[in-house]
């Protein structure tokens, strides 16, 4: 609970819990806005060869504007930013000789990585959830309203691959000493993990992004599929996988 | 000296740093009560050893026990000691009174009247409200021993812990470490401020090369002259 506190007041002095929302409010207004104003925006770039308005082309439901805010703003642009602001957390504490401080005392190996992962986790989960929820409304009064439950739905998958994703930047900043290399090993593999997400059953079954992709076909169908938990579960052993690398290489004093 | 119960036992503690042998089996028991001073020349391995006993760093071989409970049984182990290090690391932008409160909390401690009482004791009234970053390097070693003292482990473990600190904190440093003797504390320090440990401690310890080559109280080691004189003969006799 102490060193839950700490990582909490840490990140407050450090700013990250107020500007981080408002980046992903920003992000969560952009898609619906973005795409509302897309004809018109089209439009006043004029004189751009090749480029046809369609007046007659139908207006995008709410349900795909929400699922391209998950899949566009949040998993591209979110994803950098959450990488970029969590890197340190565990490397900027091996650098400045915290780490060392905290375990010499009477301070499990697990609690310490714990509340690094749960408190990043808890403030990630916030920013994704102002950001999402702001794109909820937007959306429903721009185009057309999501039904609540199946929004919630598709939160939760996505919550799912956002664990991953902070335990595996905090994997990286256990590993790495310099927080350049911890960004583009971390924005490399969650990028491309994104990407290939959805290209192969095969894939599918072990690449966590597969949750983001089940929250976008909640989203756009509105319905659940007996897949969707094996996502869930695979994903929570990799992140168990992650958090014993990170003890056994904290314990081997490898920092 | 102590009383005879052993608070801190060290057996063959070997320790290399690549082809670098730095810890050749060091061996060493302090008794209950007892104030060690670990003195030795730059690169001896005086640092080492405390970082081998904290856990800071791990031996390749060798024993370490601390109020008979083994390195192995980490946490119980940990409980045992309180350590400073030479460099004092914080968060810079956190006052001094609240990283205080968060370590304590760490030893499941909250005697806030006792904590109260070194915070004067050590003159820091005014300033344990500042962040840390505006705190100079004597400032930090106060705030740790203000810690160390308020959390009163079995044993202290300190590298370097007079550095930095001005004379009517070395005083309060005397005083602290004299009551929390008599109260059946031990203590382990390094210091290469050989004036100061003789006024000090109760028992020396050189460490030349990765060995122990005396362990003497400071009772008799002072009849054969200052600690200064047997300090530069035993750097150039085991040399």
Known sequence: ??????????????????????????????????????????????????????????????????????????????IIILVVALM????????????????????????????????????????????????????????????FKEALWALAFYCVWLLFVITFVAMMSTFFKSPAVIALISIVVLLVCRFIAGLHPFIDAVNPASNSLSAANILMTGNLEVGDGIHIIVTLLLVLLMITTMHGFIAKKKF | ??????????????????????LKGVALKVEKGEILGFVGGNGAGKTTTLNCITGLVEQDCGKVM?????????????????????????????????????????????????????????????SINKPMGTYSYGMLHKMALI???????????????????????????????KEYSENGGTVLFSTHLLDVAEKICRSICFLKDGKIVLHESVENLLVDGSLETIFMEKQANEG
């Open chain 2, 66 to 126: 601390i109020n008979n409970v083994p390195k192995s049984q980490s946490l119980d182990y940990k409980k045992q000691f309180y350590f400073i290090p030479d460099t004092i690391h914080v968060f810079p932008n956190i006052a001094a009174y609240d990283w205080i409160h968060f370590v304590l909390s760490l030893y499941e401690k909250t005697d806030d009247a006792k904590l109260q009482s070194f915070i004067h004791v050590f003159g820091m009234e005014k």
């Open chain 1, 1 to 78: 609970m102490a060193l839950s506190k700490k990582e909490l007041t840490q990140m407050t002095k450090e700013f990250k819990i107020v500007w981080l929302p408002i980046v992903f409010i920003l992000l969560g207004l952009t898609q619906p806005i973005v795409m509302y104003y897309m004809p018109v925006i089209l439009q006043s770039m004029g004189g751009v060869e090749g480029i046809m308005i369609d007046p007659t082309m139908a207006k995008p439901e709410g349900r795909e504007v929400l699922a391209s805010t998950l899949n566009s703003q949040f998993d591209q642009l979110g």
């Open chain 2, 1 to 22: 000296m102590g009383c005879g119960e052993n608070m801190l036992l060290i057996e063959n503690l070997q320790k290399s740093y690549g082809q670098h042998e730095v």
């Open chain 2, 147 to 177: 810690t160390a003292f308020t959390i009163s482990p079995p044993i202290l473990i300190m590298d370097e812990p007079l550095n930095g600190l001005d004379p009517l904190a070395v005083v309060a440093f005397k005083n602290c470490l």
């Open chain 1, 88 to 147: 340190s957390m565990i490397q900027g504490e091996k650098a400045n000789g915290m780490m060392a401080f905290i375990l010499t005392r009477p301070v499990p190996i697990l609690s310490y990585l714990n509340s690094k992962i749960v408190i990043h986790y808890l403030v990630a989960v916030i920013c994704i959830t102002l950001g999402y929820a702001v794109s909820y409304g937007y959306s429903a009064y721009l185009f057309t309203v999501v039904p």
